[in-house]
């Protein structure tokens, strides 16, 4: 029998736990707390205790937080909120403070980063942590002295309350785009979602070229400071000082949002921007390998947004042609699929659709909702479902001076394949197939 617990019988997406409390019971937890009107017969109970409360996502994030003795008000937290761009800002923030001799955890979808030293815990894949593990682990950073958390907070994880009693100094947004509303219900309740970093954070940091960013903060009485292009913390960047060495104009804009947050945790951003020549991308954010006048870049770019951002940036820069290797995701948001095969056949010379984590759907059928966005007419657009064969046909099939960018999964290292998780990395095959690619 297990030690002595509280279960939280909470209803998710595909199970409800209030169907688990016998289990519970016999696993050894001596209370039971559920959120609605139906409750377990008293026999099954037997000097159990049931608490009921309005909200079991709202009980389970205040007392993770208490138990682990809240520990978000020892540390200053950044949260970073945005359909894209949340992974590059948080490392930016992390690597910005540790030039700066701070001590620093970024926690998000690549992982959990102590000093910029990847760290291997036992907690779920997710971008941002449901609060049971959340608080042991600020818990942990606490121990380990870390003076600043900078975290991803994903619509779902502020949805979900995940972060509900984090005490988060500064929330960021970057922009608004297309995804998860199925997941959602909506665009309106993703929109929703987002919108509550700006009632969680104490003081906000706003992308001013994002019409829906404006639009979710203007009714916050948080104190806001405001980025663009050429802005930092309201002030105007020198010519001289602008990080130009970043590739593609949204990493520099990524970059521009994280001097930002340094300007508001008290240094001069003026200071800092010289220091945006040292900065490095993620794994899987325009990773780069270059072989035989080649370029690849592999990209975790899933959106429509995101797409067009990174295509326009390379296409801008070009002096080859454009080949751009994406699928979607399945069991995931349906509008995107064609955005996305119509983003890719306008600022590519050449595509090849493919598979991504298809899940239980049928990877044709995904890749015909993407070929509806082509209008089935484009000679430049190819079909191959398998992705390592599309991966490695794009390679063999540059010439010296192109660049193929493979997008969608960034640093994954999996493929997800009805129930199973293959192995699978865009980098290694690429980085395979540049190897092997005849000159």
Same mark, same amino acid.
Request: proline fraction near 4%.
């Given at each position: 029998?297990?030690d002595?617990?509280?279960?939280v019988?909470?209803?998710?997406?595909?199970?409800?736990g209030?169907?688990?409390?016998?289990?519970?019971?016999?696993?050894?937890?001596?209370?039971?707390?559920?959120?609605?009107?139906?409750?377990?017969?008293?026999?099954?109970?037997n000097?159990?205790?049931?608490v009921?409360?309005?909200d079991?996502?709202?009980?389970?994030?205040?007392?993770?937080a208490?138990?682990?003795?809240?520990?978000?008000?020892?540390m200053?937290?950044?949260?970073?909120?945005?359909?894209?761009?949340?992974?590059?800002?948080t490392?930016?923030?992390?690597?910005?403070?540790?030039?700066?001799?701070?001590?620093?955890?970024?926690?998000?979808t690549?992982?959990?980063?102590?000093?910029?030293?990847?760290?291997t815990?036992?907690l779920?894949?997710m971008?941002?942590l449901?609060?049971?593990?959340?608080?042991?682990?600020?818990?942990?950073?606490?121990?380990?002295?870390?003076d600043?958390?900078v975290?991803e907070?994903?619509?779902l994880?502020?949805?979900t309350?995940?972060?509900?009693?984090?005490?988060?100094d500064?929330?960021?947004?970057?922009?608004?785009g297309?995804d998860?509303?199925?997941?959602?219900g909506?665009?309106?309740?993703?929109?929703?979602a987002?919108?509550k970093?700006?009632?969680?954070?104490?003081?906000?940091?706003?992308?001013?070229e994002?019409?829906?960013?404006m639009?979710?903060?203007?009714?916050?009485e948080?104190?806001?400071?405001?980025?663009?292009?050429?802005?930092?913390?309201?002030?105007?960047?020198?010519?001289?000082?602008?990080?130009?060495?970043?590739?593609?104009?949204?990493?520099?804009?990524?970059?521009?949002?994280?001097?930002?947050?340094?300007?508001?945790?008290?240094?001069?951003?003026?200071?800092?921007?010289?220091?945006?020549?040292r900065?490095?991308?993620?794994e899987?954010?325009?990773?780069?390998?270059?072989?035989?006048? /080649?370029?690849?870049?592999? +990209?975790?770019?899933?959106t429509p *947004?995101? @797409?067009?951002?990174?295509?326009?940036? !390379? $296409?801008a820069e070009?002096?080859?042609?454009?080949?751009?290797?994406?699928?979607?995701?399945g069991?995931?948001?349906?509008?995107?699929?064609?955005?996305?095969?119509?983003?890719?056949?306008?600022?590519?010379?050449? /595509?090849?659709?493919?598979s +991504?984590?298809?899940?239980?759907? *049928?990877? @044709?059928t995904?890749?015909q909702?993407? !070929? $509806?966005?082509?209008a089935g007419?484009s000679?430049?657009?190819?079909?191959e479902?398998?992705?390592?064969a599309?991966?490695?046909?794009?390679?063999?099939?540059a010439e010296?001076?192109?660049?193929?960018?493979?997008?969608?999964k960034?640093?994954e290292?999996?493929?997800q394949?009805?129930?199973? @998780?293959l192995l699978?990395?865009d980098?290694?095959?690429?980085?395979?197939?540049?190897?092997?690619?005849k000159?």
């Amino acid at each position: 029998m297990d030690d002595e617990y509280i279960f939280v019988a909470r209803k998710g997406a595909c199970d409800d736990g209030f169907l688990h409390v016998q289990e519970a019971i016999e696993r050894g937890a001596t209370v039971i707390v559920v959120d609605r009107n139906t409750y377990p017969c008293p026999e099954m109970l037997n000097g159990v205790t049931l608490v009921t409360v309005p909200d079991s996502r709202r009980f389970l994030s205040y007392a993770s937080a208490k138990l682990a003795g809240n520990p978000s008000e020892l540390m200053t937290i950044i949260a970073v909120t945005g359909t894209n761009g949340k992974t590059t800002v948080t490392h930016f923030i992390g690597q910005l403070l540790a030039m700066l001799g701070k001590k620093a955890t970024v926690i998000g979808t690549t992982g959990i980063f102590m000093d910029g030293n990847k760290m291997t815990f036992s907690l779920p894949e997710m971008t941002t942590l449901p609060a049971e593990f959340l608080h042991p682990l600020l818990k942990r950073c606490v121990d380990a002295g870390m003076d600043y958390v900078v975290m991803e907070a994903s619509s779902l994880g502020l949805s979900t309350s995940r972060l509900d009693h984090c005490d988060i100094d500064i929330g960021v947004f970057l922009n608004i785009g297309v995804d998860h509303y199925e997941e959602h219900g909506s665009k309106e309740a993703y929109i929703e979602a987002k919108k509550k970093l700006a009632t969680l954070a104490n003081t906000l940091v706003v992308n001013s070229e994002d019409h829906q960013c404006m639009e979710l903060v203007k009714s916050s009485e948080r104190p806001i400071c405001y980025f663009n292009e050429m802005t930092v913390a309201n002030r105007t960047v020198p010519v001289g000082l602008y990080p130009h060495d970043l590739p593609g104009r949204h990493n520099r804009m990524n970059a521009l949002a994280a001097v930002s947050v340094l300007s508001l945790l008290g240094y001069d951003s003026m200071n800092i921007l010289p220091l945006c020549s040292r900065l490095t991308l993620p794994e899987g954010r325009l990773q780069k390998i270059t072989k035989a006048g /080649v370029t690849v870049f592999i +990209d975790y770019a899933h959106t429509p *947004d995101a @797409l067009q951002t990174v295509l326009a940036s !390379l $296409s801008a820069e070009l002096n080859g042609g454009l080949i751009t290797v994406f699928g979607c995701g399945g069991d995931r948001d349906h509008g995107k699929r064609p955005l996305m095969g119509d983003v890719a056949e306008t600022y590519s010379s050449k /595509v090849i659709i493919t598979s +991504d984590n298809p899940r239980n759907e *049928d990877p @044709l059928t995904i890749i015909q909702e993407i !070929l $509806s966005g082509t209008a089935g007419k484009s000679k430049k657009v190819t079909v191959e479902p398998d992705r390592r064969a599309a991966i490695e046909r794009a390679v063999h099939e540059a010439e010296s001076g192109d660049v193929v960018v493979i997008a969608g999964k960034g640093h994954e290292k999996t493929q997800q394949v009805g129930n199973e @998780l293959l192995l699978f990395s865009d980098y290694e095959i690429a980085e395979i197939a540049l190897r092997e690619k005849k000159q």
